[in-house]
């Protein structure tokens, strides 16, 4: 297990944070140095520290923070073998797969073990993953990192191609989670793979939405129920401190005028651009201003861009407002554009099979004719 102990020991596991991009994990070795640029610092400062420390340079003014590793922070360090998940996709996946203490689950390919390492905390040590990964090298240095990372006992990894040979338990694991590119080869073979005797799910991870038409066919053909496909977008919110308001009422009405003198703006810009874009016949030496103007309305646009910002900024000041006593309070915009497409989640739910029962006993034995 990653230490759970107040202060850093000999041997353990703990990430680095130099800074916001640049996050490293680090196996710490009595005697050794660690080297960055934000300067050099030896191991054995750091056996002793508790976990959280700020830990400064032993030449120069730079400094290190020393973490305890979450599956968060690992997502944040690992080194990369592949594409990996992030955590808005894997908190949702493993939401909806009902993934707790004490579940079962498969998972494949095991890739960078960004995934595994959170359902590890997930199912904790009363449950059990079982990863699988074909691609040799990657299968190996996973198990590396599972024993340094003390998971060897909750996580069974194997080499194996999932499409060709299925897993290796059945009607075993309440959830199966596929991040591979065929995931519609493997469907048969997760359908005898989970549980037969409660309800289980599945999700696939795929990019494209033709891969998803092949897994939703597959998951059709093998029964499946309740597909569902999401995609996780994050879309970031502008914050800003305002004068606390006299009353929640009276904000609530301005930042909605401010809504709507946003929005007109914006078709207003849209019917401009519009107009922008008509052919208009143009005289040979009449082009030359026109191309001009064409440059002043970017300019201009550029302008009128940078004075909506400020008038946002002033409507989400709530028109400047004068500053209670009360202080200021914060308040959040959110940006309509939403980028990060990572790949689309396929869930699906597999149904008990009832148990079968024999005939009841009145037919078992059938009554007599007279
Ligand atoms: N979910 C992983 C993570 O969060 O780090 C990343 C998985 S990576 C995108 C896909 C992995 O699946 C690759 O390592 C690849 O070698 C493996 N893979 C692809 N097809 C496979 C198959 N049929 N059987 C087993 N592993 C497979």
Not at 54 to 59: F, M, N
Not at 118 to 135: A, K, M
Not at 136 to 145: I, L, N, P
Not at 175 to 199: M, Q, S, T, V, Y
Request: charged share 25%; with cysteine.
């Amino acid at each position: 297990m990653w230490s759970t102990g107040p202060n850093i020991a000999d041997g353990d596991v703990i990430i680095v944070w130099l800074t916001r991009d640049l996050i490293q994990p680090l196996t710490v070795e009595a005697g050794k140095d660690f080297n960055s640029r934000f300067g050099n610092y030896k191991h054995d400062d750091f056996i002793g520290t508790p976990y959280g420390s700020k830990v400064g340079a032993r030449s120069g003014r730079g400094f290190i923070h020393l973490l305890r590793p979450t599956p968060e922070l690992w997502t944040m360090a690992l080194p990369h073998r592949t594409q990996i998940l992030y955590h808005a996709d894997i908190s949702f996946i493993t939401s909806w797969l009902n993934i707790k203490k004490g579940s079962k689950v498969i998972e494949a390919g095991t890739g960078s073990g960004s995934f595994s390492h959170s359902v590890i905390r997930s199912i904790g040590s009363t449950g059990h993953l079982w990863s699988y990964e074909f691609h040799e090298a990657r299968e190996t240095k996973a198990r590396e990192e599972f024993a340094r990372h003390g998971f060897s006992d909750i996580v069974t990894l194997t080499h194996r191609n999932v499409c060709k040979d299925g897993f290796t338990v059945a009607d075993t694991v309440d959830a199966l989670f596929l991040d591979i590119p065929a995931p519609w080869d493997a469907i048969e073979h997760a359908k005898l793979a989970l549980r037969k005797d409660c309800i289980t799910r599945i999700c696939c991870f795929s990019p494209c939405i033709e891969q998803v038409l092949r897994t939703v066919t597959a998951l059709n053909e093998h029964g499946f129920t309740d597909i569902t496909m999401y995609e996780t977008l994050q879309r970031p919110h502008d914050v800003a401190r305002i004068p606390a308001p006299k009353s929640i009422a009276a904000t609530t009405e301005k930042l909605k005028i401010a809504e709507v003198k946003r929005e007109e703006r914006r078709l207003q810009q849209i019917a401009d651009n519009e107009n922008r874009r008509q052919p208009k016949p143009k005289s040979p030496n009449k082009r030359k201003r026109a191309d001009e103007e064409d440059d002043e309305g970017q300019e201009d646009g550029g302008k009128k861009a940078k004075t909506h910002k400020a008038e946002d900024t002033a409507e989400l000041m709530l028109n400047g407002g004068e500053q209670t006593n009360e202080g200021s309070v914060s308040v959040s915009r959110v940006i309509p554009e939403v980028r990060g497409h990572t790949s689309y989640l396929t869930f699906a739910t597999l149904m008990p099979i009832p148990p079968v029962r024999g005939p009841p006993a009145a037919e078992a034995t059938p009554a007599e004719t007279p």
